[in-house]
């Protein structure tokens, strides 16, 4: 090794190249396991709150509690029911948690309560975390990976995990991607009915819409063409409202209000987690899904667990090695490639109005609803993954 390259002591420890919920799970389920990490992190410690709205599966959760996470979180918003609908068509299924036997099926939160919570439990477990740090190149090698970073610094381990969500200066092509020609339209928004723990997933021929229980109102994530999106985020707020009404019914009743609109485009990409050479990649660093069944955050969170896990099992002097990469890939690509399977499917099968499949979504949501042992089949994959 040069002279210059700052090389981690110690055989099991890992660089994590991002501090954001997946890097920070990760971080803290190595350190759980006795093995040592370190977190570069490109944003600063002050970085602008980020406004999203998660929707955490109660895997998720189970995560969270086992990291003694979740006790941080005082705002997270239980889901016990999930009605699914086809607008303008026959067909309607309803999840609850009573039907796979736990608490909820899902939570909503504010994407900010989770990273102060996580930032918070990094801090007492004393992991070190260096804030504004960009990562400028990875080089793989057989012995260790090495970083160089954006301020001239050199860095190598045994195992490096890029948890950055893709945006690193040196992000793989995806091996596979689908452009949706989508964009999500994202606020919040007020009802004239209770919410009463139910979400709505509601498929249209320009995409589907969702409402997720979040506090005393709903998180909305209403997908349109691109076009059609910026259009509707611009409406002033008596028109989105009427606008809104009318492209998912009156199932709560009139929509009251509407906070400030923000627009995502949506797509469909697949990296891998190019396992090789002391370097994995996780999270949205591996796949990026369409929101739909809200599938792509926690899939990223049983990523940064099952590695963590998987290094534990493993002797120190062979973590990041070749055999235990390549066991992680194989390990995860059930469960990731059933997600990117699963998001899909549903968006292409139900963003159309072509009459015979439109007949044939019908009969899936009819079997859905009529089936108990097909429902619990899907809420455990919802919940737990593929492997659920």
């Known amino acids: ?64 509690e086992r990291l003694g996470v979740w006790a941080l979180l005082g705002d997270a918003t239980p889901i016990t029911r999930i009605h699914i609908s086809q607008r303008g068509a026959l067909g309607v299924a309803r999840l609850a948690a009573d039907d796979v036997g736990v608490p909820a099926l899902g939570y909503v939160l504010p994407y900010a309560s989770l990273t102060a919570a996580l930032k918070q439990a990094l801090a007492e477990a004393s992991i070190a975390v260096e804030y504004g740090v960009a990562v400028g190149r990875i080089e793989p090698g057989s012995a260790a990976a090495t970083l160089h970073t954006a301020d001239g610094r050199t860095l190598a381990a045994p195992l490096v995990v890029v948890a950055d969500g893709g945006r690193g200066e040196d992000a793989p092509a995806p091996k596979f991607a689908r452009e949706y020609d989508q964009t ?14 139910q979400a709505y997933e509601r498929f249209t021929p320009e ?70 050479d002391r370097v994995v990649r996780i999270g949205n660093a591996a796949q990026t899904l369409h929101p739909v069944a809200g599938q792509g955050f926690n899939i990223g969170l049983r990523d940064a667990w099952e590695l963590a896990d998987l290094c534990g099992d493993t002797p120190a002097g062979e973590i990041g090695g070749t055999a235990m990469l ?12 059933g997600g990117l399977g699963f998001t899909d499917f549903l968006v292409r099968a139900f963003s159309n109005d072509i009459g015979p499949l439109r007949h044939a979504r019908g009969l899936g949501l009819l079997a859905l609803e009529t089936l108990p042992p097909l429902k619990r089949f899907v809420a455990r994959r919802m919940i737990f993954g593929a492997r659920g």
């Open 326 to 337: 390549a066991r992680y890939a194989r390990g995860r690509r059930v469960d990731v490639l």
């Open 1 to 64: 090794m040069d002279e210059g390259v700052n090389t981690l002591k110690g055989a099991s420890d890992v660089l994590i190249v991002g501090a954001g919920p997946v890097g920070a799970v990760c971080a803290l389920a190595l350190q759980r396991l006795g093995i040592a990490v370190r977190v570069l992190e490109a944003q600063p410690a002050d970085a602008r709150v980020d406004t999203r709205t998660l929707a955490l599966s109660h895997g998720a959760r189970l995560i969270l």
């Open 207 to 276: 995409g589907p819409a969702a409402l997720l229980p979040k506090g005393n109102g709903y998180a909305l994530v209403w997908t349109a063409s691109r076009a059609d999106a910026e259009r509707i985020a611009q409406l002033a707020d008596a028109e989105f409202l009427a606008a809104l009404y009318r492209h998912f019914g009156g199932r709560q009743g009139r929509f009251l209000g509407a906070s400030p609109r923000r627009t995502f485009p949506l797509r469909l990409a697949y990296t891998g987690s190019e396992a090789a």
């Open 184 to 197: 999500a339209v994202v606020c919040e928004v007020q009802t004239e009915l209770p919410h009463a723990n």
